[in-house]
């Protein structure tokens, strides 16, 4: 589906992605393609484009952006990615494991940034961090070293747990990375896993009836779909009774419990430095792939009550956000 809108900042505030009309332009100019499984949050957006216009590139004035998302519908990517190299935009910003690879398939050339994928190394994205190769570079959001952390915090909020499920998208490579790696740590625990396989939304309601009366709380690891559907997914786990624990703050905005992990808003401006490099001559294969720097950990005291779980002090002292 195309949308073809403006972007109205106000502030650091944004209603929509920026889409360019190029009928009222007079000239063309350089254009940055946009291909995602799904629409990336308005939060993320703004930050994007907010950093773009501080690098000079201001969306309808300095440059272009064509947007193109498929929809939740996996199976449309790869028509989206050979449309935008049709298009001959200049640079590519992708959402998601499984939209780098589609893009990759569709041009060996322009470059491509991914924003926030699991261990590009590990999905065949890069040839190393430091060295990336090719015509793909772009930001980690190196979830796949978070999986054990992630659990001691669970851990420390419900001690008695001893059945985890883990609720994942194996559709999604990076997914199945990450699920691999918090089986693992689940295990060292001593914990009974629970996994929940989804492909599309439609899945994600099965999947919860499935879980009733079976797990302590549920793992949900993120990606495109789960994070769309985080609302109805948060709804559904206080409707089992089960504890959540996310990969992002925007989990936790929705309903979730606890959230650790990377900044994702900070992960999206600095996706726009690497556009700005790759306008200006950079290339992909010389630019590192950089990780995280900031991780938040997010609690919801409203969703715990809701649960009749307490949190510990120590834990709430260490939080970033405290949701009340």
Do not use: C
Request: no cysteine.
């Amino acid at each position: 589906m195309r949308r073809r809108e403006f972007i109205t900042l106000v502030g650091n505030a944004a209603a929509a992605w920026p889409i360019a009309t190029r009928a009222e332009q007079p000239a063309r100019l350089p254009t940055i393609g946009f291909l995602g499984l799904f629409t990336p949050t308005n939060e993320w957006v703004a930050a994007f484009v907010q950093r773009l216009s501080e690098l000079r590139w201001v969306v309808g004035s300095t440059v272009a952006i064509e947007y193109r998302s498929a929809e939740g519908r996996s199976d449309r990517l790869a028509e989206l990615a050979a449309e935008l190299v049709r298009l001959k935009v200049d640079a590519i910003v992708t959402l998601g494991t499984p939209s780098v690879l589609a893009m990759m398939q569709a041009t060996s050339v322009i470059p491509i940034v991914f924003v926030a994928v699991g261990d590009p190394v590990a999905n065949g994205l890069v040839t190393s961090l430091a060295r990336p190769g090719g015509n793909v570079t772009g930001l980690s959001n190196q979830t796949r070293d978070l999986a054990g952390k992630r659990l001691e915090i669970l851990r420390e909020v419900i001690p008695g747990l001893r059945r985890l499920a883990i609720l994942e998208n194996v559709e999604n490579v990076a997914v199945i990375l990450e699920m691999r790696d918090a089986q693992a740590a689940a295990r060292m625990l001593g914990y009974e896993v629970i996994t929940t396989e989804i492909r599309r939304a439609e899945d994600i309601v099965p999947a919860f009836e499935t879980l009733r009366d079976r797990a302590d709380a549920i793992y949900i690891v993120i990606d495109a779909l789960v994070n769309t559907n985080r609302f109805h997914i948060n709804d559904l786990a206080l409707g089992v009774r089960l504890p959540t624990m996310h990969g992002g703050r925007e989990g936790v905005e929705a309903g979730g419990l606890i959230s650790y992990g990377p900044n994702f808003p900070e992960l999206w401006r600095r996706s726009a430095e690497y556009i700005d490099k790759i306008l200006r001559g950079a290339k992909p294969a010389d630019i590192p792939v950089e990780q995280p720097t900031k991780f938040d950990l997010v609690i919801n005291l409203k969703t715990a009550k809701a649960l009749g779980l307490t949190v510990p002090p120590p834990l709430l002292t260490r939080a970033d956000e405290v949701i009340e």
